[in-house]
């Protein structure tokens, strides 16, 4: 207890004690071993704690402990200007600054795609793990020299820190990154209920014991709840053995100390820290073979070595990113009044905007914004490069397809499955869904009463409808008036190259259109085009204007 009170000075937490002895007898340590871990820190390197407080106390407890670590759980390199224009360099100078030790792979680190990934890979100063990767292709394996897990040795005490990504990473970044000729060569252990995941990682944690491992912590960026079951990090330790520790990220979850049974019945504990450095934990190794954690949100310094470094990376984008490109009058808002998400299952005036821009460049009959893609609300004012990047920070490609009005509705069933309607419970977002399409020359109803019929296979992909259609009165803008789709008709459709050819959130109903444009310009780009030739957005987009409704 001697480290928590003395940190209660200087630090702000919240913290979880957990005894989680273990029946194996380990050498004994000179003193704990520290281990901080960060994850979803999504480019926020200043953000809430930030990087530099963070350094600062790891320096601090480093002075005072021999044995100290860093390490992340994923989905660094993506989520902010800064590591969308640089496409990851400067977080990755930015982590190495930082003294991290070893780092997963997040759903988002692909989405740069495969040979960016092993650039930024090649560039980073620690170990990079990832156990559960399996390839088959003839090409190029971005994960071939990447072990699943790495041991560091302590004075003797060997722990073995071991990575594991989503599954989910086939759909939730861009899925063609993962194929060769039409086919899936990456495979992340998805099918069979989460088993294959768990062999795989089973296999890894074994190796590691067999190679003298006293301890095994998972790093996994997996999430935790029904939304990613199977593939999740409770499932996970259910399946398994040998893990001590389960570090996890992907569902932004806030999570103190919590264990559970693994397949031995045999406890494990589960920590997560949330998203964009809102918290980072520390999980201590006794010398009596316990484990604690605990979640800092706070300390009272900062370095001044890596707020320079930071200073340094973002000073090359200053004076663009804050260049005027329209005004505003009102917020352009992602979220209602009591800051709930809406853009994920509701109309919202800002995804309007963006499809309009897109529709305006494009010329299409309709124009599909995946709500997921549009990420930040703008504040009345001055509308600048920065806050087009705060809100398409992904910087995806756009394209044009020719579908059927066959192929718009199954998407639009498709990706309308988890709406209800209730936009939240418990002061909590539900029935959101990041491949919810928000829409330009198109409106549509959703009838929350029936229940969705639509069939998705292991990897979430889109298979069949089965029933009762829930999305209705499709009716898409022809010659200035709404008219009903007809399904055998061919239309026009402009969106993300990650919706439309890379079968991005499962909606793979466009994969097989013919294309006019298979990757146009970028959707930042086209959308600060549109808003530079506005003095100021028009009210109509201040509040939503019925082209989707929710009954």
């Known amino acids: ?56 106390l790891i320096d601090d407890d480093k002075a005072e402990h021999p044995y100290v670590a860093l390490v992340d759980c994923g989905d660094y390199l993506q989520g902010g200007t800064i590591g969308s224009i640089s496409k990851g360099e400067q977080i990755i100078h930015i982590m190495n600054a930082m003294g991290y030790d070893v780092a997963t792979i997040g759903n988002h680190e692909f989405d740069y795609g495969m040979e960016r990934l092993s650039e930024l890979m090649k ?22 020299t990447t072990p699943g897990y790495v041991i560091k040795d302590y004075d003797g005490v060997k722990v073995a820190f071991l990575g594991v990504l989503t599954p989910e990473s086939l759909i939730s970044s861009t899925p063609v990154f993962f194929m060769e000729d039409g086919k899936f060569v990456y495979d992340f252990g998805n099918g069979e209920g989460g088993l294959v995941l768990a062999e795989r990682v089973q296999s890894s944690v074994d190796a590691a014991r067999k190679e003298g491992a006293d301890y095994v912590i998972a790093l996994t960026h997996l999430g935790t709840g029904v939304i990613y079951e199977p593939y999740d990090a409770v499932t996970l330790i259910r399946n398994t053995t040998g893990i001590d520790a389960v570090l996890d990220g992907h569902a932004h979850a806030v999570i103190l100390g919590e264990t559970y049974q693994n397949k031995e019945g045999k406890d494990v504990l589960l920590s997560s820290v949330g998203t964009k450095m809102a918290n980072v934990g520390e999980l201590f190794i006794g010398k009596d073979g316990t484990l604690e954690t605990m979640l800092i949100s706070e300390y009272d310094r900062e370095d001044e070595t890596i707020k320079e470094t930071i200073a340094k990376e973002e000073a090359a984008l200053t004076e663009l990113l804050s260049v005027k490109v329209s005004h505003t009058d009102f917020d352009l808002s992602i979220t209602d009044e009591n800051g709930i998400r809406l853009v994920r299952s509701r109309e919202v005036g800002l995804a309007n905007l963006v499809a309009d821009a897109w529709r305006d460049y494009l010329g299409t009959d309709i124009v599909i914004v995946n709500g997921g893609s549009v990420r930040k609300t703008i504040p009345a004012g001055d509308i600048t490069h920065q806050n087009v990047i705060d809100v398409l920070p992904f910087m995806n490609s756009l394209s044009i397809c020719i579908a059927t009005g066959q192929q718009i509705l199954d998407s639009l069933e498709f990706t309308s499955r988890f709406t209800e309607g209730l936009t939240s419970f418990d002061e909590k977002e539900v029935g959101e869904f990041g491949g919810f399409l928000q829409v330009s020359g198109l409106k549509y109803t959703i009838d929350t009463s029936i229940p969705s019929s639509v069939v998705v296979d292991a990897d979430n992909m889109f298979v069949e409808i089965t029933g009762e259609r829930r999305v209705k009165d499709i009716m898409v803008l022809q010659n200035g008036e709404y008219v009903p789709i007809d399904p055998e008709k061919s239309y026009t459709v402009g969106g993300p190259d990650y919706v439309l050819a890379h079968m991005g959130d499962g909606n793979n109903l466009f994969k097989d259109c013919e294309f006019i444009i298979s990757a146009g310009p970028t959707d930042s780009d086209v959308f600060a085009a549109y808003l530079s030739k506005l003095d100021s957005v028009s009210e109509r987009y201040a509040q939503p204007e019925g082209r989707i409704t929710v009954k």
């Not at 480290?3 to 000075?9: D, E, F, T, W």
């Not at 994850?39 to 963070?54: A, M, Q, R």
């Not at 980073?124 to 994960?143: E, L, M, R």
Request: net charge neutral; hydrophobic share 40%; proline share 3%.
């Open 1 to 56: 207890m001697k480290k928590i009170i003395k940190l209660l000075l200087t630090v702000c937490f919240l913290f979880t004690l957990f005894a989680c002895a273990r029946e194996e007898k380990k050498p004994e340590l000179k003193d704990d071993i520290h281990i901080f871990f960060t994850s979803d820190v999504h480019c926020g390197v200043s953000d809430n704690l930030g990087y530099p407080k963070l350094k600062a």
């Open 123 to 144: 560039l980073a100063d620690f170990d990079i793990v990832a156990c559960n990767v399996a390839y088959s292709g003839t090409k190029t394996n971005t994960f071939e």
